[in-house]
C-alpha cells in the first residue's frame, strides 16, 4: 500500500516538477540561438548540449527538476559521444527531468528536432497503466493554455494543486517517450491526467544503442490530442524514469531546437 501511494503522489507531482510560463508569457533569461531569413525566427535552439565542455556543468538554461516522492533524482552529465557532447541521463531505481523555459511560436515554428539513444528499452513501460509510467526517454513539450480555454473542472483542479505545492502547473503538454508495451506511433492519455498526451516515438530494443533522429511537428500533434488552437509553448523538458519499475537505462540526448516547416 504504501508504494503504491508513493507511486501516485509521484505521479501527481509529474507535471508539478516542470517549468511553466503564466498566461503573461514571463521568461527566465538567458540567451538562446535564434536563426531569422528576415520574415521571423526559421530556427530556435534550446541551450545547447554540444556548446558545452564535458562534465557536470550543465548549460545555463537547463535545470534539474525533482520529484519530492521520489526519493532518488537522475544523474545528468555531459559526455563525447561521436566526437560531440551530448546530455547523459542515468536512471536506476529513479526519476527526475531537465528543463529548460522558452517561449515557442508553434505557429512559426512548429517542428522540434532532436536524437535520442537509449541503452535498452524500459521493460515494464506501458502507457495504460499507472505502474507502467517508466520510460527509457522522454521529451515534454509544456503549452501555455490560457485558463479561460480550460474546463472548469480543470481550472479548479490545477489552482488546488498550485496552492498545495506552490508550483505553476503547465494546463497542457506533449510527452514523447521510447516505449516498450506500444509500438512506435501510439499514442493515450497519461494513466493519471487526460492533460498530458503520450506519443509514442521509439519502441522496444530494435533500436537500442543507435542514436535515433526524430522531428515532430508539435502543433499538428497538439491539435489531434487537444482539438484545439494551438497556444504558444512555454517549455521542455527531457527525462528517463525508472522508480516505478526498479529497473536500469541510460539516455543520452542531442541538442534539441524548434524550427519552421520547410
Given at each position: 500500500m504504501a508504494a503504491m501511494n508513493r507511486q501516485r503522489r509521484r505521479a501527481s507531482l509529474t507535471l508539478l516538477a516542470l517549468p511553466a510560463i503564466g498566461a503573461t508569457g514571463v521568461m527566465r533569461g538567458f540567451a538562446v540561438a535564434a536563426a531569422s531569413d528576415g520574415d521571423g525566427p526559421r530556427r530556435i535552439e534550446l541551450p545547447r548540449f554540444s556548446?558545452?565542455?564535458?562534465?557536470?556543468?550543465?548549460?545555463?538554461?537547463?535545470?534539474?527538476?525533482?520529484?519530492?516522492?521520489?526519493?532518488?533524482?537522475?544523474?545528468?552529465?555531459?559526455v563525447v559521444d561521436e566526437g560531440v557532447t551530448v546530455l547523459r541521463v542515468l536512471s536506476d531505481h529513479s526519476a527526475s527531468s531537465l528543463a529548460v523555459v522558452q517561449r515557442v511560436d508553434p505557429a512559426a515554428t512548429p517542428l522540434l528536432r532532436w536524437r535520442w539513444r537509449v541503452s535498452n528499452s524500459v521493460a515494464a513501460s506501458d502507457l495504460r497503466r499507472k505502474a507502467g509510467d517508466d520510460y527509457a526517454g522522454r521529451v515534454y513539450v509544456l503549452f501555455d493554455l490560457p485558463p479561460e480555454r480550460l474546463r472548469v473542472a480543470d481550472r479548479l483542479k490545477i489552482a488546488a494543486a498550485r496552492l498545495l505545492h506552490g508550483a505553476d502547473l503547465p494546463a497542457a503538454a506533449l510527452c514523447y517517450v521510447w516505449g516498450t508495451a506500444q509500438a512506435a506511433g501510439e499514442s493515450g492519455w497519461n494513466a493519471y491526467t487526460?492533460?498530458?498526451?503520450?506519443?509514442?516515438?521509439?519502441?522496444?530494443?530494435?533500436?537500442?544503442?543507435?542514436?535515433?533522429?526524430?522531428?515532430?511537428?508539435?502543433?499538428?500533434?497538439?491539435?489531434?490530442?487537444?482539438?484545439?488552437?494551438?497556444?504558444?509553448?512555454?517549455g521542455v523538458a527531457v527525462a528517463a524514469d525508472t522508480d516505478n519499475s526498479g529497473e536500469?537505462?541510460?539516455?543520452?540526448?542531442?541538442?534539441?531546437?524548434?524550427?519552421?516547416?520547410?
Open positions: 556548446a558545452a565542455p564535458p562534465g557536470h556543468r550543465l548549460p545555463a538554461g537547463w535545470t534539474h527538476q525533482t520529484l519530492p516522492s521520489v526519493e532518488r533524482p537522475n544523474r545528468f552529465d555531459l487526460d492533460r498530458l498526451r503520450m506519443l509514442v516515438v521509439d519502441s522496444g530494443n530494435g533500436h537500442a544503442g543507435q542514436w535515433r533522429e526524430v522531428v515532430r511537428d508539435v502543433a499538428a500533434d497538439f491539435r489531434v490530442a487537444f482539438g484545439e488552437p494551438v497556444p504558444a509553448i512555454s536500469r537505462v541510460e539516455a543520452r540526448f542531442g541538442d534539441l531546437w524548434f524550427e519552421a516547416r520547410p
